[in-house]
């Protein structure tokens, strides 16, 4: 949906999801239609949204009106279950070398990966593979604090990721020609890379794929992270020693426009989600033997089964004002074999419930620091975020609610094998500023690994 409140969302679509869901539910347990004249057993099978192209950033919901700009549509599959199970198999196919079918599937696409003489890393659509590139590894580049600004997923201010440009740049990127048509992915898509690691003890690896306008500014469209050893190996060939796996990504609905490139960025990690590996590792991949497998749909297809949702009856209105643009600082360190980054962000909101003017600010600090000996493997890491909510206060009445201080505290502390996670958390109640409550809890949970997100 874009949000948890299609009702009331600032980045849509804004349908009215609150009377579907009553509808829903009324007709299922209790057998009764609230809406006689659009009866939920008359639904399709499935309501997918596709987004049109957008910047990183962008904000949909005009200040003034309220309203929500043409931000893609709802489209309605009959056969998505019949269809899914086909592209799965497709899919699979692809990825195991083994077609059979004399005719592909019509509703899977694959971008292959080339490296050019001059070591410019293309995409390209189809499967065509450049022979000359056969045997030339491409290493992957990483740089400590990755993911820490352009890469994460969900922004306090806007709900979307940042721009990705500094993510495409800090890693392994390969970038497509301006596209001559319009590119459309749906549902599932799978990543296969050959990769070769001078230690296969702890690898991980973290892909994005980004939507680039012409004028250089990408958004982030849709992610994986893995650790190997938790993937099943596709093939392994052990003269040119490498593995080859096959990595699903999440689901997506998005439209590339005219003009618009396709970027696929690969590292190995994606702070904070995805922490530097406890094990350093030389790691490259073979461009000719790494492809992207992803659903798509046509345009026309697209355009024909458009579903058109009521609009959300009047609930409430929220407005989100920024106090000050997000502030981030970074500080990377290396002494000797003992590696220090640290990355620092704080924001605030404004936000205004105009239906009972209420009034009330959202402060959010956050500090990562990673501390990390690369010849012991044993590493320290800090994460504290503290969110605050200012007092609420009506604005035609001079008391104010009481506020809420939220503090999270973390320390991870451990090697490759065995490590520890402590958590604490503390929650506030403030009156007038004036601590009133306080409750804390503290775990310390022992872990033998890091398992996959």
């Given at each position: 949906?874009?949000?948890p409140?299609?009702?009331?969302?600032?980045?849509?679509?804004?349908?009215?999801?609150?009377?579907?869901?009553?509808?829903?539910f009324?007709?299922?347990?209790?057998?009764?239609?609230?809406?006689?004249?659009?009866?939920?057993?008359?639904?399709?099978?499935?309501?997918?949204?596709?987004?049109?192209?957008?910047?990183?950033?962008?904000i949909?919901?005009?200040?003034?009106?309220?309203?929500i700009?043409?931000?893609?549509?709802?489209?309605?599959?009959?056969?998505?279950?019949?269809?899914g199970?086909?592209?799965?198999?497709?899919?699979?196919?692809?990825?195991?070398?083994?077609?059979?079918?004399?005719e592909?599937?019509?509703?899977?696409?694959?971008?292959?990966?080339?490296?050019?003489?001059?070591?410019?890393?293309?995409?390209?659509?189809?499967?065509?593979?450049?022979?000359?590139?056969?045997?030339s590894?491409?290493?992957?580049?990483s740089?400590?604090?990755?993911?820490?600004?352009s890469?994460?997923?969900?922004?306090?201010?806007?709900?979307?990721?940042?721009?990705?440009?500094?993510?495409?740049?800090?890693?392994?990127s390969?970038l497509?020609?301006?596209?001559?048509?319009?590119?459309?992915?749906?549902?599932?898509?799978?990543?296969?890379?050959?990769?070769?690691?001078?230690?296969?003890?702890?690898?991980?690896?973290?892909?994005?794929?980004?939507?680039?306008?012409?004028?250089?500014?990408?958004?982030?469209?849709?992610?994986?992270?893995?650790?190997?050893n938790?993937?099943?190996?596709?093939?392994?060939d052990s003269?040119?020693?490498?593995?080859?796996?096959?990595?699903?990504?999440?689901?997506?609905?998005?439209?590339?426009?005219?003009?618009?490139?396709?970027a696929?960025?690969?590292?190995?990690?994606?702070?904070?989600?995805?922490?530097?590996?406890?094990?350093?590792?030389?790691?490259a991949?073979?461009?000719?033997?790494?492809?992207?497998?992803?659903?798509?749909?046509?345009?026309?297809?697209?355009?024909?089964?458009?579903?058109?949702?009521?609009?959300?009856?009047?609930?409430?209105?929220?407005?989100?004002?920024?106090?000050?643009?997000?502030?981030?600082?970074?500080?990377?360190?290396?002494?000797?074999?003992?590696?220090?980054?640290?990355?620092?962000?704080?924001?605030?909101?404004?936000?205004?419930?105009?239906?009972?003017?209420?009034?009330?600010?959202?402060?959010?600090?956050?500090?990562?620091?990673?501390?990390?000996?690369?010849?012991?493997?044993?590493?320290?890491?800090?994460?504290?975020?503290t969110?605050?909510?200012d007092?609420?206060?009506?604005?035609?009445?001079a008391?104010?609610?009481?506020?809420?201080?939220?503090?999270?505290?973390?320390?991870?502390?451990?090697?490759e094998?065995?490590?520890?996670?402590?958590?604490?958390?503390?929650?506030?109640?403030?009156?007038?500023?004036e601590?009133?409550f306080?409750?804390?809890?503290?775990?310390?949970?022992?872990?033998l690994?890091?398992?996959?997100?």
């Amino acid at each position: 949906m874009g949000s948890p409140m299609a009702d009331v969302s600032i980045n849509g679509p804004r349908i009215d999801y609150l009377n579907r869901c009553l509808n829903w539910f009324s007709y299922h347990l209790k057998g009764v239609n609230t809406e006689p004249q659009n009866p939920c057993s008359s639904w399709p099978r499935m309501q997918l949204f596709v987004r049109k192209s957008f910047k990183p950033n962008e904000i949909f919901c005009d200040p003034e009106s309220g309203e929500i700009g043409d931000i893609g549509d709802f489209v309605k599959f009959e056969d998505w279950v019949e269809r899914g199970q086909e592209v799965q198999e497709e899919i699979s196919a692809i990825v195991s070398n083994n077609k059979s079918k004399e005719e592909p599937c019509k509703q899977v696409s694959v971008i292959s990966f080339s490296s050019g003489p001059e070591g410019n890393l293309k995409l390209s659509l189809g499967e065509s593979k450049e022979e000359e590139d056969c045997t030339s590894f491409v290493d992957l580049k990483s740089n400590g604090l990755e993911g820490t600004n352009s890469g994460i997923w969900y922004r306090m201010d806007y709900g979307y990721s940042g721009d990705q440009r500094v993510s495409i740049s800090n890693s392994t990127s390969f970038l497509s020609d301006p596209l001559t048509k319009p590119v459309v992915m749906i549902g599932c898509s799978t990543i296969q890379l050959t990769i070769k690691s001078s230690s296969w003890k702890r690898v991980y690896i973290a892909v994005r794929v980004s939507d680039v306008y012409p004028d250089g500014q990408a958004t982030l469209i849709t992610r994986c992270q893995y650790d190997l050893n938790y993937l099943e190996i596709v093939r392994e060939d052990s003269q040119k020693g490498t593995r080859t796996y096959a990595m699903p990504m999440r689901y997506v609905g998005h439209s590339f426009q005219v003009g618009h490139k396709i970027a696929i960025s690969v590292s190995t990690n994606f702070f904070p989600m995805l922490w530097p590996s406890f094990t350093p590792a030389s790691v490259a991949i073979l461009p000719s033997e790494c492809q992207f497998i992803f659903q798509t749909e046509s345009l026309d297809y697209l355009e024909a089964n458009i579903v058109k949702f009521a609009p959300p009856k009047p609930l409430f209105s929220m407005d989100y004002k920024t106090l000050s643009p997000p502030e981030s600082s970074y500080s990377v360190s290396q002494i000797g074999d003992k590696v220090r980054f640290i990355f620092r962000e704080v924001s605030g909101l404004v936000h205004l419930l105009h239906n009972v003017n209420l009034k009330f600010q959202t402060k959010t600090h956050e500090q990562y620091e990673c501390n990390m000996d690369v010849t012991t493997a044993m590493v320290k890491i800090h994460q504290e975020i503290t969110m605050i909510f200012d007092s609420l206060k009506f604005e035609d009445s001079a008391d104010e609610v009481i506020g809420i201080k939220i503090n999270t505290h973390q320390v991870m502390e451990g090697d490759e094998e065995v490590y520890t996670l402590e958590e604490k958390v503390c929650v506030t109640w403030l009156d007038s500023g004036e601590e009133v409550f306080r409750e804390c809890w503290n775990d310390v949970v022992p872990r033998l690994d890091h398992g996959t997100w």
